[in-house]
């Protein structure tokens, strides 16, 4: 099956600076990848969708010049946080998507970020 | 609007019993259904999905669900459950185009008791 893998899986940083995380489609070109952020025992809300080579939608309430999405290949788009701050912490996972008639998403691991 | 609602926050199930989780959703178009199952501090692993056809779907580990158009329902079922089976099980909605993120529901914590 498809593999969606991010990296950091885990990352502890400093209140005020940035910390990118990547999403990598390995096996399969995703022209969709989607970022969604979850808070402890919650669901998952959508921050923003990227499609490759093109600037992201973000959604209503996410700040885009904080949450800077960068989606320069068909198998890689990038998230910063940006001058981070505690209530950024999170647990961020993507999702590609390669389109097609059935399309279906691929779930990346996710990554624990800790804002100090 | 769109919507998925998962009734049960919480659900406790003695190991060996069968398992039912609710899932309604509000979508305006045909939908794509799915359930996903998450671990604590792991991501997504999809059990199965709905595009069309049988509306009784066969998933992995032992998991099915239904889907009733009329009840705009997308129920999870597993005949005799696991302690294994212990995690966070989210249904989710999509529509049948490209490029479209899915809606979530709140998710149902499943305990396994034995």
């Known amino acids: 099956g498809a593999v969606v893998s991010q990296h950091p899986s885990r990352v502890i940083c400093k209140s005020g600076t940035s910390v990118k995380i990547e999403c990598r489609s390995l096996?399969?070109?995703?022209?969709?990848m989607f970022w969604y952020r979850q808070f402890p025992k919650q669901s998952l809300m959508l921050m923003a969708t990227s499609n490759e080579g093109s600037k992201a939608t973000y959604e209503q309430g996410v700040e885009k010049d904080k949450f800077l999405i960068n989606h320069a290949s068909l198998t890689l788009s990038t998230l910063t946080v940006t001058s981070a701050h505690p209530e950024d912490s999170s647990f961020y996972i993507c999702?590609?998507?390669?389109?097609?008639?059935?399309?279906?998403?691929?779930f990346g691991p996710g990554t624990r970020l800790t804002v100090t | 609007a769109q919507s998925v609602t998962q009734p049960d926050i919480h659900i406790t199930v003695s190991e060996g019993a069968s398992l039912e989780l609710r899932c309604n959703y509000s979508?305006?178009?045909?939908?794509?259904l799915f359930w996903y199952v998450q671990s604590p501090g792991q991501g997504l692993q999809l059990l199965l999905k709905y595009f069309s056809g049988d509306t009784l779907v066969q998933g992995i580990k032992g998991f099915e669900a239904e889907f009733k158009r009329s009840q705009s329902s997308f129920n999870l079922r597993k005949p005799s459950v696991h302690w294994s089976d212990a995690a966070e099980y989210f249904c989710?909605?999509?529509?049948?185009?490209?490029?479209?993120?899915?809606?979530f529901g709140k998710g149902t914590t499943l305990s396994v008791s034995s």
């Open positions: 989710a909605v999509g529509p049948n185009q490209a490029g479209t993120a899915l809606i």
């Open positions: 979508y305006g178009a045909t939908p794509y």
């Open positions: 999702s590609a998507s390669s389109g097609g008639v059935n399309y279906e998403q691929y």
């Open positions: 096996d399969f070109q995703a022209t969709t």
